[in-house]
């Protein structure tokens, strides 16, 4: 994985498509997860992150962070500081149990892609998705929609609930990614943490029985 060393000028405008297809205000839809058989395709292969990468955790956080810090809660410099014990610790709850789940996309042996989620403690059948990222080499080729895949697979193993995220309301290219596996606009909004002066929106999906 190519290591990312400083930080790009990036804005949501320059990834915006010339004529969005935005998903709109619906009720909260069904999910539609692809079965476990898609998630590895000609070129990539989506895995549940292993307890000891911690390393390749880090790397691929940090150099997302980096990439598109518009796009995230959370910044680059916040997170530079962890340790690689509590990168270690992140991958370990990430890679078993059943409370948290990290996937990456590698293309050999590069980290191309990341998403993780995790259950809310007081009940677990509500999902979180957080840190979805493709890298921009890799982008439009399928590898964001089969980790989103890879997360509604995780949470459905629990049974019915709910999978929901926060996303910038001028990402687009997130929310058309969203949109395209079933999941719908709430109402609710909040500034972006790592930028106030932005909105982030609420999307939610129905996991079914
Ligand atoms: C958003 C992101 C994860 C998409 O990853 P990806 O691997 O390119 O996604 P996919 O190839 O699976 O695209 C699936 C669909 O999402 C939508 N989409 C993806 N990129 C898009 C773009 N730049 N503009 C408009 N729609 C886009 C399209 O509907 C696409 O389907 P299509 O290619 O058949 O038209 C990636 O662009 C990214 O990492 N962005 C920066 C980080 C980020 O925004 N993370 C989300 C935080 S909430």
């Not at 994985?1 to 990036?10: E, K």
């Not at 992150?49 to 910044?75: M, N």
């Not at 001028?170 to 500034?191: H, K, S, V």
Request: aromatic share 6%; net charge positive.
């Amino acid at each position: 994985m190519p290591a990312t060393t400083r930080r790009q000028a990036h804005s949501p405008r320059a990834h915006r498509p010339s004529n969005p297809q935005t998903a709109r205000w619906g009720s909260v839809a069904l999910c539609r997860p692809r079965r476990a058989s898609t998630l590895v395709a000609v070129g990539y292969l989506i895995s549940r992150i292993k307890g000891q990468d911690g390393g390749v955790l880090a790397e691929l956080r940090l150099a997302a962070l980096l990439d598109t810090p518009w796009a995230f809660a959370s910044t680059y410099e916040s997170e530079l500081g962890l340790s690689l014990a509590q990168w270690s610790e992140r991958a370990r709850r990430g890679a078993t149990g059943g409370d948290a789940a990290t996937f990456v996309a590698t293309e050999g042996d590069h980290g191309v892609g990341l998403v993780s989620a995790f259950r809310a403690r007081d009940d677990p059948s509500s999902v979180e998705l957080v840190s979805m990222w493709t890298a921009p080499s890799a982008r439009r080729r399928g590898i964001g929609s089969a980790l989103v895949a890879a997360v509604l697979n995780w949470a459905a193993e629990a049974g019915p609930g709910r999978v929901s995220l926060w996303v910038a309301e001028d990402n687009d290219a997130a929310i058309n990614l969203y949109a395209a596996q079933g999941f719908t606009r709430t109402r609710d909004t909040q500034p972006l943490p790592s930028d106030p002066v932005r909105m982030e929106l609420r999307m939610q999906c129905l996991l079914g029985t």
